[in-house]
């Protein structure tokens, strides 16, 4: 992270880390630098350090160094999606042989990248319940390199005491992944609680309007920054310039909007749990959530994300998500429209019949930005 802006707040931060005016005209907007290859001054003669923009763009640029102030990291670097940059994470840290210790309750995509993807050259995987640090424990070998955590977790919003984790990790000599998707930089600092990595899905809330699908890694330590990045460039998947613009345009608001989306979920949930079609809702801002005394301790907010389960089994779970007229039926989350699933049948089916598998009356909500009072109207219509 710059010195600059080390010590100047979150806001101040998403809005100037990264976004200098440009230096021809006084925009103080990063220009889109949608071009390929940069004019030389003489062979090696680079003008900043840019030839080929999968290797570097300026926008890219912007944007990395942004993300990097944001989470407190040494490196942050942009990707093509939440996916690629998961894939080229995986890539730089392990080989075969070696071992990983995956969350019970994790992203469909990610899952189905360890389990079809990853484990086809050689890396193997354990599952275990990464709330629990004797689970933790139990399911290290002596190979395991990387213990993976969601925290919010996807779909399940369990949480994960991040510096707990960290600890375990250390004294196992592998590295600590959070995927702090669904939290948000604004919400929850892994690296300054032990992480080693940070996962985005930036589609999600660092975007946050629904027009952008991208990842981003940050290391908190250099020299992995660096080799990291070598692979990023070795292997291809990067953001593109537009792509990265969007974002930075998002990032901007994102504290406002972050704000605005749990104060909304907050009410919702109160809501549901007084519902008589709804059994179980599963938010961390809820006193009776199990990991809410941890979220509330390394989190600044429990964000937008609830899941609940409804008396009518999974037949009536999927025909509520037909019945709402202001949350959207989609895929996907964090943007200031509100959006509902039954991730059962759409973001987790990749893990049906696995240890990942997930409740068939369980709906996800995205709890967007709009009024409180017309997103509670439109579910307690739609629940009936």
């Given at each position: 992270m710059s010195d600059s802006h080390e010590h100047?707040?979150?806001?101040?931060?998403?809005?100037?880390?990264g976004n200098t005016a440009d230096p021809l005209t006084g925009a103080v907007v990063p220009p889109i630098y949608q071009v390929s290859t940069y004019k030389q001054d003489?062979?090696?003669g680079l003008r900043g350090g840019y030839e080929y923009s999968r290797s570097a763009n300026p926008t890219r640029t912007a944007l990395e160094e942004n993300l990097a102030a944001?989470?407190?990291?040494?490196?942050?670097?942009?990707?093509?999606?939440?996916?690629?940059?998961?894939?080229?994470?995986?890539?730089?840290?392990?080989?075969?042989?070696?071992?990983?210790?995956?969350?019970?309750?994790?992203?469909?995509?990610?899952f189905r990248l360890f389990a079809k993807v990853v484990s086809r050259?050689?890396?193997?995987?354990?599952?275990?319940?990464?709330?629990?640090?004797?689970s933790v424990r139990a399911a290290l070998t002596p190979k395991t390199k990387v213990i993976w955590v969601e925290t919010p977790s996807n779909p399940l919003l369990g949480i994960t005491d991040i510096a707990l984790v960290a600890d375990i990790a250390r004294t196992a000599g592998a590295k600590l992944?959070?995927?702090?998707?669904?939290?948000?930089?604004?919400?929850?600092?892994?690296?300054?609680?032990?992480?080693?990595?940070?996962?985005?899905?930036?589609?999600?809330?660092?975007?946050?309007?629904?027009?952008?699908?991208?990842?981003?890694?940050?290391?908190?330590?250099?020299?992995?920054?660096?080799?990291?990045?070598?692979?990023q460039n070795a292997m291809g998947a990067v953001a593109g310039?537009?792509?990265?613009?969007?974002?930075?345009?998002?990032?901007?608001?994102?504290?406002?909007?972050?704000?605005?989306?749990?104060?909304?979920?907050g009410k919702i949930a109160e809501m549901l749990t007084r519902h008589p079609k709804v059994h179980t809702v599963l938010y961390p801002g809820l006193p009776g959530h199990p990991g809410h005394e941890v979220a509330a301790k390394q989190m600044r907010n429990f964000g937008g994300m609830i899941s609940f389960q409804v008396t009518g089994g999974e037949e009536e779970a999927v025909a509520l998500c037909d019945r709402t007229k202001i949350f959207t039926l989609g895929e996907s989350l964090g943007g200031v429209e509100s959006l509902i699933e039954h991730?059962?049948?759409?973001?987790?089916?990749s893990v049906a019949g696995s240890a990942l598998e997930v409740p068939g009356d369980l709906v996800r909500l995205s709890v967007g930005i709009e009024n409180a009072d017309d997103l509670l109207a439109d579910l307690t219509q739609a629940l009936g």
């Open positions: 100047q707040s979150f806001e101040t931060r998403a809005i100037h880390a003489g062979v090696g944001l989470e407190g990291g040494r490196r942050g670097l942009a990707f093509a999606s939440g996916l690629a940059a998961e894939d080229c994470l995986l890539r730089t840290l392990l080989s075969p042989g070696d071992h990983v210790v995956i969350p019970n309750d994790a992203y469909g995509g990610t050259w050689g890396v193997e995987w354990s599952v275990a319940d990464t709330s629990d640090p004797a992944v959070v995927d702090n998707t669904f939290a948000s930089p604004y919400l929850q600092q892994p690296l300054a609680l032990g992480a080693d990595v940070v996962v985005h899905s930036l589609t999600k809330y660092m975007g946050g309007h629904s027009d952008v699908v991208g990842g981003a890694l940050v290391a908190a330590d250099a020299a992995l920054g660096e080799e990291l990045a070598y692979h310039p537009f792509d990265s613009w969007l974002v930075l345009r998002g990032i901007k608001t994102l504290a406002v909007r972050m704000d605005r989306h749990a104060e909304n979920a991730p059962g049948r759409m973001t987790h089916a």
